[in-house]
């Protein structure tokens, strides 16, 4: 079983951080803070293959789960993002079953699914060194899917139902945008929405993650039973240091 969903089904919440840098130097020092798991974002930041190649053994040494966003759910780069050596993928704008079901036939070989083979270059397969890869590879993906529009939301117990789905996220930037809140996810609407996604997961059966706000939000998320949570981004502990640093010689 992939380790990460294995974790969230043990019931304790597992804190996150996101890497957004894009930079193997960063990776090392957010790894040895001790977070549960770091999240690479391909989607908004300018990560290439290289980029999370570096990052991914900087990281290795530390007991900690790497998950990365594809840039969008295309076979293509799943393919590519498994092959480089991530076990947990979290797919952005999720927005039906059959999307979801097609996201997980990219992260399965056949007959399973559609993901192209090419253990002997693999990093995922040791170059070819497992010579159980192909006939395991399945059993440790894990396939987290985000919710962030109004389409999103109403599909989300189909989406959830669907096999190869491991968990459901939640983003509320996107949420609130997709909503008629652009830039306000705090807005009473958005936050009701949010609530509501968050106990429709649970009644699933699937866990739960989001992008919290703040750590009151997180510490509110948490009584909600959610499962892991962002609790901030590599840029904004390095932009919050250093301005707190400055401010510490004014005057």
């Known amino acids: 079983m992939n380790s990460m969903i294995a974790d969230l089904g043990r019931g304790r919440p597992l804190i996150g951080l996101w ?23 391909g989607e908004h930041s300018p990560n290439t293959a ?5 990052q991914l053994q900087a990281v290795a040494p530390f007991p900690v789960h790497a998950i990365a966003r594809v840039p969008v759910g295309d076979p293509v780069y799943i393919k590519q ?22 996201i997980v036939a990219a992260t399965r070989f056949p007959p399973r699914g559609i993901r192209g083979v ?22 440790k993906t894990g396939v987290i899917v985000q919710i962030e529009s109004r389409k999103g939301l109403d599909a989300l117990e189909e989406i959830a139902a ?26 009473p609407d958005v936050q009701a929405a949010i609530d509501g996604a968050i106990r429709r ?20 998320r948490i009584e909600q039973g959610v499962g892991f949570l962002s609790v901030g981004t590599d840029i904004g502990v390095l932009n919050g240091g250093a301005k707190s640093l400055r401010a510490g010689f004014t005057g």
């Open 81 to 102: 993002y498994l092959d480089i050596g991530f076990a947990t993928l979290l797919v952005p704008v999720v927005e039906s079953a059959q999307q979801a079901a097609d």
């Open 118 to 139: 090419a253990s002997a270059t693999s990093r995922a397969s040791g170059f070819g060194a497992d010579a159980g890869y192909l006939a395991s590879a399945h059993e």
């Open 201 to 220: 997961i649970a009644a699933c059966g699937k866990p739960s993650g989001i992008f919290a706000l703040d750590a009151e939000d997180a510490k509110r």
């Open 162 to 187: 669907v096999d190869g789905v491991d968990a459901l996220f939640i983003g509320p930037a996107d949420l609130a945008a997709g909503l008629g809140y652009l830039g306000a996810p705090r807005h």
């Open 19 to 41: 890497q957004a840098l894009a930079n193997a130097y960063t990776a090392e020092i957010c790894a040895r803070a001790g977070y549960d798991w770091l999240l690479f974002d």
């Open 50 to 54: 290289q980029t999370l190649v570096a």
